[in-house]
C-alpha cells in the first residue's frame, strides 16, 4: 500500500487549506485513516482519525471545531479540511493508515504516506 498526501504549503493565520491522501495499491487491506503531524523538535502527534466501519470521527482538542476529516472510500482517499490556521499548526502533516477499524495512536499504524509541509505564518 502507497499513501500519496498533497495540499500543504504557505498560508496566512486564519487562512485554510485542504489536504487529500490518496491510498494505492492493496487498498482492500485498508480500513481505518487518520492524519498525524510533526513540528521541528516535536514528537509526532495524532491530529484527526476516521473509522472505516460508521464514519466516527476523532480531533486533537488543538484542532477541534477548526478541521474536519472525511473520507471517500470508493476513490481511498481521505481529506482533512484546516479552517483558522494558527501559526502553532505549522507542522510536516502525515498520512496514516491501518489494518483495524481506527487509529488511535502512531504505534500501531501499519502504513504511513510521504508527508506535507503545511507553514502557516502570522
Known amino acids: 500500500v502507497q499513501l500519496q498526501a498533497s495540499g500543504g504549503g504557505l498560508v496566512e493565520a486564519g487562512g485554510s487549506l485542504r489536504l487529500s491522501c490518496a491510498a494505492s495499491?492493496?487498498?482492500?487491506?485498508?480500513?481505518?485513516m487518520a492524519w498525524f503531524r510533526q513540528a521541528p523538535g516535536k514528537e509526532r502527534e495524532l491530529v484527526s482519525s476516521i473509522s472505516s466501519s460508521d464514519g466516527s470521527t476523532y480531533y486533537a482538542d488543538s484542532v477541534k471545531g477548526r478541521f474536519t476529516i472525511s473520507r471517500d472510500n470508493a476513490r481511498k482517499t481521505v481529506y482533512l479540511q484546516m479552517n483558522s490556521l494558527k501559526p502553532e499548526d505549522t507542522a510536516v502533516y502525515y498520512c496514516?493508515?491501518?489494518?483495524?477499524?481506527?487509529?488511535?495512536?502512531?504505534?500501531?499504524?501499519?502504513?504511513w504516506g510521504k508527508g506535507t509541509l503545511v507553514t502557516v505564518s502570522s
Open positions: 495499491g492493496r487498498t482492500f487491506r485498508i480500513h481505518g
Open positions: 496514516a493508515a491501518d489494518y483495524s477499524d481506527a487509529i488511535y495512536s502512531a504505534i500501531s499504524v501499519d502504513y
